[in-house]
């Protein structure tokens, strides 16, 4: 019998008479013939409450016993809905993740699961019963009580799906599907009828908050198609599956991060290791560390440059200084006014002129950008947080996005490919389910490194350069920027075609004299280096694998971006093909 699994989240389940429509639209799909487990959130803000209890007894409450009291507000919510069904007629079961099996790691209020076990949901669905599942908790190996991360009702499901092999999972929500920005923030954005794993992935990690964006880490990971829907309306919704909605477009989504905290830490020697010696003391607090951007700088020092959740910021600050005194040079210094905007899209990787578009869209507003960080499928900026809101405004303007593409691609894969599913499952068999996944490891040697030292800190400097490059003809591959606040200068560091560095640096170099700049620098010959997986952002630990593997061969890392399914590194073009070897030997173990 087919399966299926349907979330709801806190809005969707705020009062019993929602609590009794969620119940009817389970038993409506279990009447159509089918398997249902039900995930259920917290009612409403409760959540939220539960945090502002405990803030009120202790400015740093225990994590366990945070644990202990978030997890609460699920089981209130799968009682009440299990007796919903019970006063409809129909039989179901509540289950706590405990009850479940649902096993996770002991990192309390970010827990991942390892492992779920599916006899006791199975044999309950066998029995005629409606499975209703508590999202977003587990129970670590000592039986404590362990939560996901806000928002990880999702991941619940999606987690659920996936080992119940199910044929569908649905979110019930409060909007009707995924848009191209928060529909909240943006009045003008637009449904979007399908959109891609990886797009999905990056949105959330960035900052869109309508799916916990480890829950899509699953669903790529094994093949699970979501369908994102209102539970107020019958609306379509979003599917999110391979392919995108479409692919003429460069861009599909946008979104802001809007309480990040950017760090610089200046003048520290360039040399390998001193990375590895910052990242790893700041990823043994489980920080995740974004958009870091490293520059080589002037008389053997670099600056590198990040962003870290604003509420970590301490904790950050308390790593880098214990790095520091290890290293035995270089300044810290902070903001923690700042927003990241980015933009998503698969299109992007096929056209050239996307960066600049968006630089020149964002400068065109009148804000500064201090910092730049592309990959593949994204880029993002990071501007103060008074500027985000219109900055984001711009940017969804510039692309497009509120209105309808012209062609959209067929939604594939409604349903899972049995032949797939067993290979994945196959392939995954005894790891546990949220290990780092990693499944390519590639070497660039086609391209060349050219970077603007000290460009002054003025809206629009970067859509000026890109405008000119873009002029002459040449195709730029990763973009950073860093950003050194004391002396209000940026360093703009970017890759071109090997047989277009001439080219480029003469270009730069014109800038640089125009704008009054430092100066230039740059590699004639670099290789970059990319880790392809799944969720590598909140596996802070493959940039930090990189650095040490990188370090202790003895090779330093020019340029690094991260994004959630790629980590590139830029070292020397000499030293390509031996970085290559050390890094397939540091991740042999995940590489699947
Ligand atoms: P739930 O409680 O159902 O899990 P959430 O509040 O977690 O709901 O997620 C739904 C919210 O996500 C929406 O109300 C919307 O404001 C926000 N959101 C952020 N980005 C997007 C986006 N790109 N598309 C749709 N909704 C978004
Ligand atoms: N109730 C939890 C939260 O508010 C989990 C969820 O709703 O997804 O974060
Ligand atoms: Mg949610």
Redesign the pocket.
Known sequence: MPLIVQKF??TSVADTEKILAAARKAIRAQQQGNHVVMVV??MGKN?DLLVDLAAEISERPAAREMDMLLST??QVSVALMAMAIHSLGHQAVSLTGAQIGIKTDSTHTKARIKSISTERMQRLLDEGNIVIAA??QGIDEDFNITTLG?????TTAVALAAVLDADACEIYTDVDGVYTTDPRKLPEARRVTQISYDEMLELASLGAGVM?SRSIEFAKKYGVPIHVRSSMTDIPGTVIAQSPETRERPVSGAAVTRDEARVSVLGVPDVPGTSFEIFSRIADRKVTVDMIVQNVGAEGRADVSFTVPKEELDETLEAVNAALEVVGAGTVTHSDDVSKVSVVGLGMAQQSGVAEKMFRAVSEAGINIEMITTSEIKISVLVSREHSQDALRAVHDAFNLHQDPATIEEVQETTRQAADVADVVARLRGIDMEELFLNDIQLDQTQARVTIHGAPDTPGGASTVFQEVAAAGIFVDMIVQSYNADEQRANLGFTVPRDQHDATLDVATRLAETFACEGTSSSPNVAKLSVSGVGLRSHTSVAIRMFRALSEAGINVEVISTSEVRVNAVVDGEQGEQALHCLQAAFADVLR
């Open positions: 989240g806190g959130s917290a959540t507000g699920e999202g977003f806000r928002g990880g009702s999702d916990h």
